[in-house]
């Protein structure tokens, strides 16, 4: 059973960085690829980032890509998700996910743990 841990949300300004972190504990980190979801309100869960077991390859979703920039560090079990360049549009509540043996680039139903999530709000 692998525990999922968010930190670093809160309110940030148009424009603005926000750097979220996710620990883990419970189980061997390097055995899972990690993703990064976010949740808007009144719109389904979707896709920002994703990162493989040893950090090799890295994917997001295009209306982050340039902006955001996911990371992890297997030593300390922990997977950071770096935002900048924020946009209202952005305001959500970001979960991180694990994912068995996985690639890091799943969808939602591939992911065998979550975090509980982090608000993120960016205003204008």
């Known amino acids: 059973q692998v525990q999922l841990v968010e930190s670093g949300g809160g309110l940030v300004q148009a424009g603005g960085s926000r750097r979220l972190s996710c620990a883990a504990s419970?189980?061997?980190?390097?055995?899972?690829?990690m993703g990064w979801f976010r949740q808007a309100p009144g719109k389904e869960r979707e896709f920002v980032a994703g990162i493989s077991r040893f950090g090799k390859n890295t994917y997001y979703a295009d209306s982050v890509k340039g902006r955001f920039t996911i990371s992890r560090d297997n030593a300390k079990n922990t997977v950071a998700l770096q935002m900048n360049s924020l946009k209202p549009e952005d305001t959500a509540v970001y979960s991180c996910?694990?994912?068995?043996w996985g690639s890091g680039t799943g969808s939602p139903n591939q992911y065998n743990y979550w975090g509980q999530g982090t608000q993120g709000t960016v205003s204008s």
């Open positions: 419970g189980g061997t980190f390097s055995s899972y690829a």
């Open positions: 996910a694990a994912e068995l």
